[in-house]
């Protein structure tokens, strides 16, 4: 094989990959966290925990204030936050079911400082 005809090859072999198509789930909801040095955890910590659950690849967050609540979330045992999750379906062999969502939401629930997390829209998938 001439060495033009292996890099017109790896070419093609490039361009393939490049234009494959991913799939990834979106999702927002409601996080309500305890960050009291007491009992809760550090909001960072807490975000970091919820990055390495299985699928997740990224989590942003805002602050959420509620009438009458501290918007801050250094020591707070009520801190509310907008959370947006997406999740690559990879690690899931049979792709991104409900009950894999379900699994999900129940394990952020159970992280420490979790105090509750609900969803506020529906899960989104989307290519790319």
Do not use: C, W
């Not at 494959?20 to 007491?38: A, C, I, K, V």
């Not at 009992?39 to 967050?61: C, E, F």
Request: proline share 6%; hydrophobic share 30%.
């Amino acid at each position: 094989m001439k060495y033009s005809r292996l890099i017109e090859i790896i070419k093609e072999e490039l361009q393939l990959v490049l234009k494959e198509e991913s799939t990834q789930y979106n999702f927002e909801g409601l996080l309500q966290t305890d960050t009291t040095s007491g009992s809760g955890r550090p909001q960072k910590d807490i975000l970091s925990d919820i990055r390495s659950l299985p699928g997740v690849t990224i989590v942003s967050a805002k602050d959420y204030p509620l009438q009458g609540q501290e918007v801050f979330a250094f020591n707070n045992p009520n801190y509310y936050s907008i959370v947006k999750v997406k999740v690559d379906p990879h690690p899931y062999p049979s792709g991104f079911k409900n009950e894999d969502l379900q699994q999900l939401l129940k394990d952020i629930r159970s992280i420490k400082g979790v105090k509750n997390f609900k969803l506020n829209k529906p899960v989104e998938k989307t290519t790319v």
